[in-house]
C-alpha cells in the first residue's frame, strides 16, 4: 500500500507549489487571476478556521481547566505562562530595536516623503477602559464578535466555577468532554485541507505582491525577517532546549505545519487547532496546551512586539525624528502593551502600532507608507507568534512536571 503523505510534508509542498504558481502568474500578469479564483479559497479555509475558533478556545480552555482538577494548578500554570510571555516579548522588543538602528545607522532604511501620506488611526479609550472592556456583559455578544479576550474570560469563570461545583457539575464537565470531541473531530477535518489554503494564499502573495518586494521597502522588510530569524534562533531554540526538553531542530521540524500555515494565513487565531496538534505531538501536556495555546494566540505577540519596533524607527526616520535612549525604552513598553492588545487576526498589528507611534510622537499618518506592504510583514510576525506559543507550551509542561515531581519526592 501506498504510505499517505505527512501533513508537514504536505503543507510544505503546498508551500513551495504556491511560490512557483504565484511567480509564473506574477511574471505572466496574472495577478488579477489569483486575487478573483485562488484567495477566494484561501479564504474559504480561513473562514472555516475562524468559524471554530471560538468553540475551540472556549472549550480547550474549560477542557485544561477541567483536567488540571486544582486552581491552584490553574493559577500555577497562569502565571507562569504569563511572565514566560511578558519576557520574550521584552526581547523581542529589544532584539527589533537593536536591528531597526543597525540598519538606519548604516543607511539602510530609504527616506520616504510621509507628507501626503494617509492613515486613520483608531481611538484609544485609554488603558482602564480597555481593561474594563476585557470583562463581558454578554457572553453571546463576545461569542459573536469573537472578542477573545472576553471568552477567555469567560472560560476562566465557568471552568474554575465547574471545578468549584465539584460533584455537582458532573454533567456539565461530561458536557464538556463531549462538545470538545466533536470540535476536535471538525478542526481535524479543517486542518486536513490546509495545504489547499496554503497554496492559494501562497500563490495570490507572490503573484500580486511581488513587486512591493522589489520595491523601497525591500530593506526595511529585510530588516523585520532578520530579527524575527534571530528572535525565533536565540530565544525559541534556548527556550526548547533549555526548559522544554526538545532538541531545537525537532522543535522547529515539528512546529513548522503551524508555522506556514501562521505565515500563510497571518492569523495565529486561525492556527490554533494546528498548533494545539504541533504541540501536543511535540509533548507538551493536553491540559497545559489547551489553556497556554488560546492565551497565547490571543496575548502573546512576539513577532508582532517586533514588527513595531522596526516600522517605529523607521518612521521616525521618514519623520526626521531622531530616537533618544528614553524614547527607545518608551517603545519597548509600548510596543509589548500593544503587542498584548493586538488581535490575533490579520493585519491587527498595524493597527496597533498606531499606539507606539502616538506614544513617541511620530505622525500617525505615516502608517500610511507601509500599508501596502503590511501582509508581507504580518507573514513573518505571524509566524514568530504561533512559534512562540508552542515553545510556552513546552515550557510549562516541563516546569508542571517538576514541580509535580518535587511534590512527590516529599
Ligand atoms: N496577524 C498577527 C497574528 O494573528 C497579528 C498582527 O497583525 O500582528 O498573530
Known sequence: MKKKLSLPMQILIALVLGIIVGLICYFAKWGAFTTNYLKPIGDIFVNLLKFIVVPV?????????????????????GWKTVVYFLCTTAIACVIGLVFANIFKAANLFPVLDGSGAEYEAKEYGGFMSTLVAIFPTNMWQSFS???????????????????????????????????????????????SLAPIGVFTYMAWVVATQGAEILGSLALVLLCAYLAYIVHAICVYSVAAKGFGKVNPLTFFKKASPAMIFAFTSTSSAATLPVSEKCATDMGAD????????????????????IYQCVAT??????????????????????ATLASIGTAGVSGAGMIMLAMVLEAIGVPVAYIGLIVA??????????????????????????????KAARKAAK
Not at 480547550?60 to 488540571?68: A, C, E, K, N, R
Not at 471568552?151 to 460533584?167: D, M, N, P, Q, R
Not at 493536553?286 to 512586539?305: E, R, W
Open 313 to 334: 524607527v523607521f518612521l521616525a526616520s521618514c519623520a526626521g525624528m531622531p530616537l533618544t535612549i528614553g524614547n527607545m525604552v518608551l517603545v519597548v513598553v509600548t
Open 145 to 191: 464578535t469573537a472578542n477573545m479576550l472576553q471568552v477567555i474570560v469567560i472560560a476562566l469563570l465557568f471552568g474554575g466555577s465547574i471545578l468549584a461545583a465539584g460533584e455537582k457539575a458532573r454533567v456539565v464537565r461530561n458536557l464538556v468532554d463531549s462538545m470538545y470531541s466533536v470540535v476536535e473531530k471538525l478542526m481535524s477535518f479543517v486542518i
Open 57 to 77: 478556545v472556549l472549550l480547550s480552555m474549560i477542557q485544561g481547566i477541567i483536567s488540571m482538577e486544582d486552581m491552584k494548578k490553574v493559577g500555577s500554570v
Open 373 to 402: 506592504v503590511d501582509r508581507l510583514f504580518d507573514m513573518g510576525r505571524t509566524c514568530l507568534n504561533v512559534t512562540g506559543d508552542i515553545s510556552c507550551s513546552l515550557c510549562v509542561t516541563q516546569w508542571e512536571r517538576k
Open 286 to 305: 493536553k491540559d497545559v496546551a489547551s489553556f497556554v495555546l488560546p492565551l497565547g494566540a490571543t496575548i502573546n505577540m512576539d513577532g508582532t512586539a
